[in-house]
């Protein structure tokens, strides 16, 4: 019993010592929202694909978390929540993550005063997600990005719909 609390005490101080000479003591993983474009458009929605890049400094691989999200127009916050992240970035490496948001055309325009399908909306997302670091336990690296996202009209959702059929049928012929 003894040698097994001995086997556990050397295995975290190895972690705590990789950790450690790996990163200076004081780097620490970063993430950043580095790119994002919609896709998936709807009648009612449309998803809002994030790019996560997160880079790990140490020489083990952490394993990812959930990552908790808010966007918010002119102080006015439309969309909030967490998501479960699977994997892990790779030791003294980077990773990019996929990670996408769907986004109510109602709610936002309830959101934000003076949104119309038409205008263009500024918009910030805070993300943070969160990352199991051996020894040191559960840390959340924070992260935001700010852009615009357009309101399609109805003629917008009129051609992407026609823009659809089209490419079903170009499908049934070939």
């Given at each position: 019993m003894k040698i097994r609390s001995i086997s556990k005490f050397a295995a975290l101080g190895l972690v705590a010592i990789l950790l450690g000479s790996s990163a200076g003591c004081t780097q620490k993983p970063t993430a950043s929202i580095t790119g994002m474009k919609l896709q998936g458009l709807t009648m009612t929605d449309v998803t809002m694909l994030f790019d996560v890049k997160v880079d790990n400094?140490?020489?083990?691989?952490?394993?990812?978390?959930?990552?908790?999200?808010?966007?918010?127009s002119q102080g006015q916050q439309f969309l909030n929540g967490n998501s479960?992240?699977?994997?892990?970035?790779?030791?003294?490496?980077?990773?990019?993550?996929?990670?996408?948001?769907?986004?109510?055309?109602?709610?936002?325009?309830?959101?934000v005063k003076g949104a119309r399908p038409g205008a263009s909306i500024p918009y910030k997302a805070d993300m943070g997600l969160s990352l199991d670091v051996p020894v040191m336990g559960a840390l959340r690296v924070p992260m935001s990005k700010e852009g615009s996202l357009d309101i399609p009209t109805q003629q917008d959702l009129i051609n992407k719909a026609k823009s659809g059929l089209l490419d079903r049928l170009k499908g049934m012929t070939e």
């Open positions: 400094p140490y020489l083990v691989a952490l394993p990812l978390g959930n990552l908790d999200y808010a966007l918010a479960a992240i699977q994997g892990t970035i790779p030791a003294g490496a980077s990773k990019t993550l996929p990670v996408p948001l769907k986004i109510n055309f109602m709610k936002l325009i309830d959101a």
